[in-house]
Antibody
C-alpha cells in the first residue's frame, strides 16, 4: 500500500525557515516524480514544486521561486521542502503527492502538514 | 502562472447531471491533453477523479466523466448523489511551468 506521510509543519515567525519532510513507502520511490502542493486556509490548491526521480530536475511555482528548495533522498525514501524567508501568505497545509505515472496528475496524497506563519 | 478559471459554485438535485467548466489558454488546457480533476471533501486530502482529460482511475464511479474543447475542459457528474457534494479542482500542465490548478468549484447537492 502506497503511503505518504508529511511532517515538519508548525508555527513559525515571518522570516524564519522550515524544512518539511515526506516519508514514502509501499512503492519504489526512486522511480517516481514527486510534488508538493499547498492549500491556504479556506482557499484552493496551489502547485508548489516538483522533482524528477533522479533529483536532478526541479521546478517551482513563480510564487515560491528563490525561497523554496525541493529535494529528495532516494536511499531514505524521503522528499523534502526547505522553506526560507517565510511569509504570512505561506500559511497553508502542505501536501506531498505522486501520480500513477509521470508528473502531470496526482493519485496518491499525504495527509498534509500545516505551516502557520505568524508573529 | 495564472490559475485556471472555474465557476465558484454549482448545484444540482439528486439524480441530475451537472457540468463544471475549467477555462485556460492555448498554453495550458488547450495545448496539452494533461488535464486532471480532483474532488476534495472538507478536512480531507484531494482525490483524483479524472486524468489526461477523460481517463478515470480504478475505483472512481463511471458517473464521473471528463472532456475538453479548445481551451476549456469540463467535468460532468451524472446521477448526482449527496456524497458528491464537495469542492472540485481542475489542473493542467502548462508551457511556462509544470502545473496550474483552477480556483475550485463548490458543488452543492440540493
Amino acid at each position: 500500500e502506497v503511503q505518504l506521510v508529511e511532517s515538519g509543519g508548525g508555527l513559525v515567525q515571518p522570516g524564519e525557515s522550515l524544512r518539511l519532510s515526506c516519508a514514502a513507502s509501499g512503492f519504489t520511490f526512486s522511480r517516481y516524480w514527486m510534488t508538493w502542493v499547498r492549500q491556504a486556509p479556506g482557499k484552493g490548491l496551489e502547485w508548489v514544486a516538483n522533482i524528477n526521480p533522479e533529483g536532478s530536475g526541479k521546478y517551482y511555482a513563480d510564487s515560491v521561486k528563490g525561497r523554496f528548495t525541493i529535494s529528495r533522498d532516494n536511499a531514505k525514501n524521503s522528499l523534502y521542502l526547505q522553506i526560507n524567508s517565510l511569509r504570512v501568505e505561506d500559511t497553508a497545509v502542505y501536501y506531498c503527492a505522486r501520480g500513477l505515472t509521470g508528473n502531470v496528475h496526482f493519485y496518491y496524497w499525504g495527509q498534509g502538514t500545516l505551516v502557520t506563519v505568524s508573529s | 502562472q495564472s490559475a485556471l478559471t472555474q465557476p465558484a459554485s454549482v448545484s444540482g438535485s439528486p439524480g441530475q447531471s451537472i457540468t463544471i467548466s475549467c477555462t485556460g489558454s492555448s498554453s495550458d488546457v488547450g495545448g496539452y491533453d494533461f488535464v486532471s480533476w480532483y474532488q476534495q471533501h472538507p478536512g480531507k486530502a484531494p482525490k483524483l477523479m479524472i486524468y489526461e482529460v477523460s481517463n478515470r482511475p480504478s475505483g472512481v464511479s463511471n458517473r464521473f466523466s471528463g472532456s475538453k474543447s479548445g481551451n476549456t475542459a469540463s467535468l460532468t457528474i451524472s446521477g448526482l448523489q449527496a456524497e458528491d457534494e464537495a469542492d472540485y479542482y481542475c489542473c493542467s500542465y502548462t508551457s511556462s511551468g509544470p502545473l496550474v490548478f483552477g480556483g475550485g468549484t463548490k458543488l452543492t447537492a440540493l
